[in-house]
């Protein structure tokens, strides 16, 4: 091949726009002992890519089977939906209704117990209305 040709190849190989029998001709010139010492660079590349494809791989692979998880996450999400549905909604809702009551029995109680300790207050002062009205009765009496 000329060596005008294979620079003109690896332009195009570099550009990526070669055949696959254009690369098979740079192939078998780089893989020759005829290789121009400018384009010496580029041997390695190609031989590379001889060598790598009569590799193949021996060992023996084991192959393990698949767990099917799937099974198991799907009965673990019905057992999830059913708790849901069973404590879900209905109970929340109870478990505030009892709170909210709760905290309205506190709220009410705090009220009473503010009037009762006024109310006791008004009484203590009823007494001294009380001894105001026994005076004035005894007043008017002696008049």
Do not use: C
């Amino acid at each position: 091949m000329e060596l005008d040709n294979i620079e003109k190849l690896l332009e195009k190989y570099f550009e990526a726009s070669t055949t696959v029998a254009e690369e098979e001709a740079l192939k078998i010139y780089f893989s020759g002992d005829k290789v121009a010492p400018h384009l010496e660079q580029y041997a390695p590349l190609f031989q590379y890519f001889s060598n790598a494809k009569k590799e193949r791989f021996t060992r023996q692979v084991p192959l393990k089977p698949r767990k099917n998880y799937y099974k198991w996450i799907s009965v673990a999400a019905v057992a999830v939906l059913a708790f849901g549905i069973y404590f879900g909604p209905d109970r929340y809702r109870n478990y505030q209704e009892q709170k909210e009551a709760e905290f309205a029995y506190e709220e009410t109680r705090k009220a009473l117990n503010l009037l009762a300790e006024n109310f006791g207050r008004g009484t203590e002062k009823m007494a001294y209305l009380n001894q105001f009205e026994e005076t004035k009765q005894k007043i008017f009496n002696n008049n």
